[in-house]
């Protein structure tokens, strides 16, 4: 899979985790884990970028008696989401082209 576009398909899935509730890093990989596996170097770096995109924000709180960051999602974070949906429309779509001539020959 084209790097780039696997990149912006985890971005999306790491915002669509923490979607309807904060979230820290390990629940955002169990979490994901029923659609892709994702390392935690792999989420920490892509947490930072949201971050710095201003797409999430973070908190720390203590829980057990250690600190945990907690993720939210912004509004930004937010309309990346419907971005995201409104061109898988034309991935999709573009998927049928490229699919139309396997579904001919069977």
């Given at each position: 899979?084209?790097?780039?576009?696997k990149?912006?398909?985890?971005?999306v899935?790491?915002?669509?985790?923490?979607?309807n509730?904060?979230?820290?890093?390990?629940?955002?990989?169990?979490?994901l884990?029923?659609?892709?596996?994702?390392?935690?170097?792999?989420?920490?770096?892509?947490?930072?970028?949201?971050?710095?995109?201003?797409?999430?924000?973070?908190?720390?709180?203590?829980?057990?008696?250690?600190?945990r960051?907690?993720?939210?999602?912004?509004?930004?974070?937010?309309?990346?989401?419907?971005?995201?949906?409104?061109?898988?429309?034309?991935?999709?779509?573009?998927?049928?082209?490229?699919?139309?001539?396997?579904?001919?020959?069977?």
């Open positions: 899979m084209d790097v780039q576009l990149r912006g398909l985890l971005d899935c790491v915002l669509a985790a923490i979607k509730q904060d979230s820290y890093g390990y629940k955002i990989i169990k979490d884990k029923p659609y892709l596996e994702l390392s935690e170097s792999t989420l920490y770096t892509i947490l930072k970028r949201l971050e710095a995109a201003n797409m999430l924000t973070v908190r720390t709180a203590e829980h057990g008696g250690r600190l960051k907690y993720y939210h999602i912004t509004v930004q974070g937010l309309q990346r989401i419907e971005e995201f949906k409104a061109e898988w429309q034309e991935i999709l779509s573009i998927y049928r082209f490229v699919t139309k001539e396997d579904e001919t020959r069977e």
